[in-house]
């Protein structure tokens, strides 16, 4: 099967900024192209982090950089470090102060462009992030990617869908005569329908058929002449005492 590569769906024009950026300039730039975050890079476009809206509004705020679990842990009540109250004026001077350096989170969380749509959701999953900035094999930016990109798959037409099912799966992969299983598509939804041979087989058609791109669902209607999960080997018992005519041991053990 061919799955989404991130190369595909990425965004290729990519609004990036260097560590000495100020705050005011990079806060300039997330407002007039209206994005919500930007990868920072070194001169040579190797992504050193990343900045997000959350990481201005918690710098302007006074909080520092902790992780996220320190974070919400703070009672909102509490003074930002150092104490005291801070003015405006006072919040405008710090943030002329910082740079891109001091706002990005790093080291970045990144992927390649040969990297499938799921390896990229289960990166933003894990990494609790919204945006991947996506990098060469030397780790130069190449584009970024979102989770709104990510679900550009799921707009897949269904007859695309039921065709990679039919010819990639039950045809290339399963070895199945056509029409020994109807295969209906609708919103995505996957409905499997038909007899098969063994239980094992109708358990690899609809895992298969869930990894397929722009798949919601499965709904697993097959049947098997034959239940193979019940199948175990017999474990073999090494000849006894008697069986090997009184001489003690196994064969093995008497060549050592």
Known sequence: ????????????DVVSVIPQ??????AKLFAVHRISGLPVVDTDDKVLGVISESDLVLRQAGVSPESESLRSARPAWRSPPGGGDRTESTADTEAQAL????LMSHPAITV??????????????????ERLPVVDAEGRLVGIVTRRDLLQVFLRPDPDIRREIVDEILAQTLWLSPGAVQVHVI????TLEGQLERFSDSQVAVRLAQQVDGVVSVIDKLTYRYDDSRSRPVRQTPPSVMEDGGHGGTPWERSL
């Open 1 to 12: 099967m061919k799955h989404s590569k991130i190369g595909s769906l990425m965004v290729n």
């Open 21 to 26: 950026t100020p705050f005011k300039e990079v």
């Open 99 to 102: 740079s891109a350096r001091e």
């Open 187 to 190: 919103d995505g939804v996957v």
């Open 112 to 129: 390649q462009t040969h990297d499938t749509v799921a390896v990229a959701a289960r990166i933003m999953a894990q990494h609790r992030v």
